[in-house]
C-alpha cells in the first residue's frame, strides 16, 4: 500500500516534468520510457533517479497485482 502511494506520487512528479518539458504520455511505460530517453541518457538527471523510478514501479505492481 505505502509504495503505491509513494509511486503514485512520483508518477505525477514525473508526469508534470515530462509535461512541462514538451512531452505528452499516456502510459506508466511511457513515462518510464520518456524519462530515461530524454532525461537519464542525456545526463540531464542522474541514473540513479531513474532507477528508483523503476523500482517503485516493480514494487508497486507486485503490490498491487502480485500473488500474495
Request: some cysteine.
Amino acid at each position: 500500500m505505502i509504495a503505491n502511494r509513494l509511486y503514485c506520487a512520483v508518477y505525477y512528479v514525473v508526469s508534470a516534468f515530462l509535461l512541462q518539458n514538451g512531452y505528452s504520455v499516456q502510459t506508466h511505460h511511457g513515462i518510464i520510457q520518456l524519462l530515461g530517453l530524454h532525461f537519464i541518457k542525456t545526463g540531464i538527471l542522474e541514473k540513479e533517479y531513474g532507477t528508483l523510478y523503476g523500482q517503485l514501479f516493480s514494487l508497486r505492481q507486485t503490490g498491487d497485482y502480485g500473488d500474495t
